[in-house]
T-cell receptor, first 112, second 111 residues
Framework: DTGVSQDPRHKITKRGQNVTFRCDPI?????LYWYRQTLGQGPEFLTY????????KSRLLSDRFSAERPKGSFSTLEIQRTEQGDSAMYLC??????????FGPGTRLLVL | GEDVEQSLFLSVREGDSSVINCTYT??????LYWYKQEPGAGLQLLTY?????DMKQDQRLTVLLNKKDKHLSLRIADTQTGDSAIYFC???????????FGRGTSLIVHP
């Protein structure tokens, strides 16, 4: 068990560019979650997968955001036409039926 | 919407006990969690408690739940400098897979 991993750990981009983040969950976990965390706040839910199916999306997930989990293992989160307000830490978590979520180290995004 | 409230800061002396408090509003909360976040890192699950429990102890950590008052606390015994971090309280109802997090309590441990 190597835990949840995320790549990259840091990303700096210019406004208007597209970015993609990857999350590898704990291998036996069938549920995968994406969160966004801004300074001084707790994680805010973005979206959630059970296996390859995206089952829930937050209203925070604008149409510039898209997430996939094509084979029910790793997941990607893409942000198109980034804005300065997208600057945040993007956290991935995974769980099994126990529903206790285990978090990755996060990807810190800075949009200039 | 549902709400989880925490005080923002707590400062303690090394070796003392720390008590971090949390209140929540969702009466259907079934699972209550404490996570720890160190600077620049993700969240580390410390412990959790089911709503039908009053207390859970795990080494230096003691969780107390007052379900009537919707109040959760985390006590850290013999606080060390390595305990300095942000501590997040989170709650989840049985009907949802998604926990609601508080804003976090920044614990500062000084010598």
């Amino acid at each position: 068990d190597t835990g949840v991993s995320q790549d990259p750990r840091h990303k700096i981009t210019k406004r208007g560019q597209n970015v993609t983040f990857r999350c590898d969950p704990i291998s036996e976990h069938n549920r995968l979650y994406w969160y966004r965390q801004t300074l001084g706040q707790g994680p805010e839910f973005l979206t959630y997968f059970q296996n390859e199916a995206q089952l829930e999306k937050s209203r925070l997930l604008s149409d510039r955001f898209s997430a996939e989990r094509p084979k029910g293992s790793f997941s990607t989160l893409e942000i198109q036409r980034t804005e300065q307000g997208d600057s945040a830490m993007y956290l991935c978590a995974s769980s099994t039926g126990s529903e206790t979520q285990y978090f990755g180290p996060g990807t810190r995004l800075l949009v200039l | 919407g549902e709400d989880v409230e925490q005080s923002l800061f707590l400062s303690v002396r090394e070796g003392d006990s720390s008590v971090i408090n949390c209140t929540y509003t969702d009466s259907s909360s079934t699972y209550l969690y404490w996570y720890k976040q160190e600077p620049g890192a993700g969240l580390q699950l410390l412990t959790y408690i089911f709503s039908n429990m009053d207390m859970k102890q795990d080494q230096r950590l003691t969780v107390l739940l007052n379900k009537k008052d919707k109040h959760l606390s985390l006590r850290i015994a013999d606080t060390q400098t390595g305990d300095s971090a942000i501590y997040f309280c989170a709650e989840r109802s049985g009907g949802s897979y998604i926990p609601t997090f508080g804003r976090g309590t920044s614990l500062i441990v000084h010598p």
